[in-house]
């Protein structure tokens, strides 16, 4: 296919997101009961329309707010309530992408503004990869392996962090191939299998009306404060990265704020009513498939099919085999990809616009909701600009 490439550091590039998807998308799994080959039949579709339309490597991912909550409240966030904010979040996006809505709001979201954006979700990646690495834990799924009570994951975070920065660069052996290989192997000889199915085919799914109630619960604790993260970072964020990863690359054409959100509404709408995990793009997702070699659509076509396997094919083994993956690795690659992030942030020229990106990345951190952050920012940004004040 013209402008994508299938080759191993494409390859390498398209394992390079697991650090986002897989702690959120397991925990999700175990916590909230949803169905194995649903969640990864539907990032598996969203990945290959989306390496065949973009043919640039933009991510697909759980939608961070969503999967946080719904995590630490499963009682309240049942399966029919996370299918409810997947028909919402679809429904809404469709909507402000066809009535041109997304394009003028990205209009709010000035340059510091993105560069706050992605240098508070460059930090939170760290924070996160160094959590999963000081962990006790060794694997997501919560069994304990073996050697529990040694610190094995954080040796094993030493170890792996020390092998990727050794291979970062190398064409030959792609490190984060290199990093799953290891986290695999260390996975099968800790004991993280423990005594879960073997079960080769899909697991059951489920066609899902949610009651109003669910729509209530979904719109109120789910889609509120996702929304401002989704335009902010999926839509306008991914967006201004391909500009600064791609530049002067003529299929930048297709990949705009209003386009983003056309293509997470047309997949999360129908993929609501089956109860997958609401999708998203992202700009941090994007920094990690490039960081480890991704450069075209066969990236995300590549770990598209992959997933569509592990769906339908291997079912719960596949579920097994990718929750094996110790959580050290998993934040090694968090960190990475967080380090591809933080500077961008060279970009911006004045001490104004400094201040506004440093502020957003400082609320983010500090607060639970980065709408806030996004939200105070574009009005400080707004105010300096109008006011024309000099820091």
Avoid at 53 to 75: C, D, E, S
Avoid at 105 to 111: D, I, M, N, S
Avoid at 257 to 269: D, E, W
Wanted: charged share 10%.
């Amino acid at each position: 296919m013209k402008n994508i490439t299938f080759n191993r550091m494409e390859l390498a590039g398209a394992f390079g997101d697991l650090g986002t998807l897989l702690p959120i998308v397991i925990a999700m799994i175990l916590i909230n009961k949803l169905s194995p080959t649903t969640v990864f039949l539907s990032f598996g579709i969203f990945y290959i329309i989306t390496g065949y339309y973009y043919k640039l490597p933009v991510p697909v991912q759980p939608l961070k707010a969503v999967g946080a909550i719904a995590i630490a409240y499963p009682a309240q966030i049942t399966e029919p309530v996370i299918a409810a904010s997947g028909i919402i979040f679809g429904g809404l996006l469709m909507v402000l992408s066809l009535t041109g809505m997304v394009d003028r709001l990205a209009k709010l979201f000035t340059q510091p503004v993105v560069r706050g954006i992605q240098l508070a979700l460059g930090l939170i990646f760290l924070r996160k990869g160094v959590d999963l690495i000081l962990t006790q834990n060794l694997f997501g799924s919560g069994l304990p392996g073996k050697l529990a009570g040694y610190p094995v994951n954080l040796i094993l975070g030493f170890i792996v962090f020390a092998l990727v920065l050794a291979l970062l660069d190398n064409k030959k052996v792609p490190a984060a191939l290199a990093a799953l290989a290891v986290g695999i192997i260390a996975g099968l000889s800790l004991g993280g299998l423990g005594d879960r199915a073997f079960s080769i085919g899909p697991t059951k799914m489920n066609f899902i009306l949610p009651s109003t109630h669910d729509f209530w619960l979904a719109f109120i604790m789910l889609i509120l404060p996702q929304i401002p993260l989704t335009i902010g970072n999926a839509c306008v964020g991914t967006a201004d990265t391909c500009q600064i990863l791609f530049p002067g690359n003529p299929l930048l054409e297709k990949t705009k704020a209003g386009k983003f959100a056309l293509t997470m509404g047309i997949v999360n709408l129908p993929a609501g009513f089956f109860g997958a995990v609401p999708m998203c793009h992202g700009t941090g997702g994007l920094a990690a498939h490039y960081r480890f070699g991704a450069r075209t659509g066969g990236a995300p076509i590549m770990i598209g099919v992959f997933l569509v396997v592990v769906a339908l094919i291997l079912g719960d083994l596949g579920f097994t085999l990718l929750a094996l993956i110790p959580n050290s690795v998993l934040g090694v690659l968090l960190i990475f990809a967080g380090l591809e992030l933080c500077p961008l942030m060279r970009s911006l020229t004045t001490n104004e616009e400094y201040f506004v990106a440093i502020l957003i990345a400082g609320i983010a951190l500090s607060v639970p909701n980065m709408g806030w952050a996004f939200g105070i920012g574009i009005l400080v940004d707004l105010f300096i600009r109008k006011a024309k004040i000099r820091i």
